[in-house]
């Protein structure tokens, strides 16, 4: 196996990844939770639904959960403005989040076995971000880390990417003792750093926020974020990435080893 040389010289990819950014997000809600941290150095990949069906999920505000109802991103002109100028900025980058972010019959949208409709919510989606954000989507990211094995081919043969999180900052997580779960994290960041690899923290904005209020309530899980980046932060020779970064700089290096760790589960 042939170790993976990430750019200038650094020992680990590290990326922020979040999930469900779409027609609902709220650009202050954004800014909140990422603000002080793009200060920091960091990039995130936001992981966007191109067409957010309102179910009955945390991920939709109250006022439109268990409708039912889709709502396509560009709808939100004042989020695409903003991200528009976060692209700009190159603070973010965007990943695909499924379709609708749904279940057909129950089963996940991407685990499902219908090609033909996997590839339908694959191209209507690129569609979709292309026209609203003007950018050539590049890495996936299936609803509930959910992936069929058509849907893997879909993916696949539309040349995109796909990558398993690392570590999941999550509220239940933290349900326990804090400092557990700090130490995991600690452990599994430094068993990919010294593997060279590439290594994803995911998480939700709305998770900040208890059920959509306007401020940041769920101080503790912020901090806790907080904690994990500065921890980050100790080690040297750090990239701080996005996954659409990652793509390309091993797309134009296919002569080393992308997964050393594992978190990359397709090759485009």
Not at 114 to 143: H, M, W, Y
Not at 251 to 261: K, M
């Amino acid at each position: 196996m042939i170790k993976t040389i990430w750019p200038d010289g650094a020992k680990i990819a590290f990326i922020i990844r979040d999930d469900d950014i779409g027609f609902f997000t709220s650009p202050q809600m954004l800014e909140k939770v990422y603000g002080p941290l793009w200060q920091q150095g960091f990039k995130t990949t936001l992981a966007v639904i191109p067409k957010h069906k309102a179910i009955d999920d945390l991920n939709v505000p109250p006022s439109f959960r268990g409708r039912n109802t889709y709502h396509s991103l560009n709808l939100n002109r004042n989020l695409v403005h903003y991200l528009e100028n976060r692209l700009r900025e190159d603070y973010i980058a965007i990943a695909q989040h499924g379709f609708s972010h749904e279940k057909i019959d129950g089963v996940h949208e991407f685990g499902i076995s219908d090609r033909g409709e996997l590839a339908r919510r694959l191209s209507e989606g690129i569609r979709i971000l292309n026209n609203a954000l003007n950018v050539e989507v590049k890495a996936f990211v299936p609803p509930w880390e959910k992936l069929s094995k058509s849907a893997l081919g879909v993916i696949r043969k539309a040349g995109m990417w796909a990558f398993k999180p690392s570590y999941k900052h999550y509220p239940s997580k933290y349900l326990d003792d804090p400092n557990i779960q700090f130490e995991r994290f600690k452990t599994k960041f430094l068993d990919s750093y010294r593997r060279g690899g590439c290594f994803i923290l995911v998480h939700h904005y709305w998770d900040y926020f208890s059920d959509w209020e306007k401020k940041i309530t769920r101080k503790a899980l912020y901090h806790h974020l907080q904690e994990a980046l500065a921890f980050v932060d100790t080690h040297p020779n750090v990239w701080k990435t996005t996954l659409t970064e990652v793509v390309e700089w091993l797309a134009s290096n296919r002569n080393y080893d992308p997964a050393p760790d594992v978190s990359i589960s397709i090759r485009g």
